[in-house]
């Protein structure tokens, strides 16, 4: 199928200021599956936009901005091919087949940052750590009691939640939902890192819709044979070719859409304004 793809933001501030590099990570990663057939990327007039892949072979557009301004707009819009993808289509090792896996030296040397847990919380049964379980159902399991025990909520711009506090609300947003499935994918001994990208959710009503409507976060678990595994904890699902990945990363930050800082003389408030669509043509 194809998608096209629109996203604009634009922050605007109370007088005029300056501005630290800024990182744009909204294009599409290398795979496979999508085939990028046109792109277009605008920031403010004047900025030196250097196009560069960061550790984790996220294509970013490093800009620097020489003039101060009151507005710093971010606009991209791509034409994408995407082919169909089974997100079940794959055979695991012999050494992945339960859970925890039992990743060999090699694996663990790269892994590691993957593994680390970030809070510790306590989970609830149902994501602590057990006994050896199949490793597929015990993910699946995982990805849809935080879909059915966890209310949605939308909430565009902040850090995500902490899980213990997304636990203890037993509602989030989508950057919460992805940060508690990390949390106990971890705690299990599973590497797993945080996505973020588009998502096309077909003729769904407007209503239901969790993720077309702004950048997404979803969660990717690294299992042996399988190599890294979408997983959508915000819609309880594997993530398919309806998923358009952006960026990974260990923490929220590497992943964020857009990083950077402005700086005033005195104090300037900010506002952003978002909007996105994700469209599919043929």
């Avoid at 819009?77 to 089974?86: C, H, T």
């Avoid at 087949?97 to 510790?120: F, G, K, M, N, S």
């Avoid at 890294?228 to 923490?251: E, K, Q, S, Y």
């Amino acid at each position: 199928m194809k998608l096209k793809i629109k996203k604009e933001s634009v922050y605007t501030y109370e007088g005029k200021v300056s501005f630290s590099p800024h990182h744009a990570r909204i294009f599409p990663r290398i795979d496979l599956s999508v085939k990028v057939e046109s792109i277009h990327f605008e920031t403010q007039s004047g900025a030196d936009v250097q196009f560069r892949q960061d550790l984790f072979d996220n294509h970013i557009a490093y800009c620097f901005y020489p003039e101060m301004s009151e507005t710093l707009p971010f606009r991209v819009e791509l034409d994408l091919e995407v082919k169909e993808k089974n997100p079940f289509h794959f055979l695991l090792e012999s050494h992945a087949l339960h859970v925890p896996p039992q990743y060999t030296e090699d694996e663990l040397a790269i892994l590691a940052p993957y593994l680390a847990p970030v809070t510790r919380c306590k989970l609830p049964a149902p994501l602590a750590p057990s006994g050896p379980r199949p490793t597929v159902e015990t993910i699946l399991n995982f990805n849809h009691w935080i879909f059915d025990n966890i209310e949605y909520e939308a909430r565009p711009h902040g850090m995500p939640l902490t899980p213990e506090e997304t636990l203890k609300k037993a509602c989030g947003s989508c950057r919460d939902f992805a940060a508690l499935l990390t949390e106990s994918l971890r705690q299990n001994g599973v590497a797993a890192r945080l996505v973020s990208g588009f998502v096309w959710e077909g003729d769904k009503p407007e209503s239901e819709k969790r993720a077309s409507s702004a950048m997404h976060l979803w969660v990717e678990a690294c299992l042996p044979g399988a190599g890294w595994i979408g997983m959508d904890p915000t819609n309880g699902v594997l993530a398919d070719h309806h998923f358009v990945a952006t960026a990974v990363g260990r923490r929220h930050d590497d992943v964020a859409p857009i990083s950077g800082a402005y700086y005033s003389s005195t104090p300037s408030a900010s506002s952003i304004a978002t909007s996105i669509s994700v469209e599919k043509i043929v």
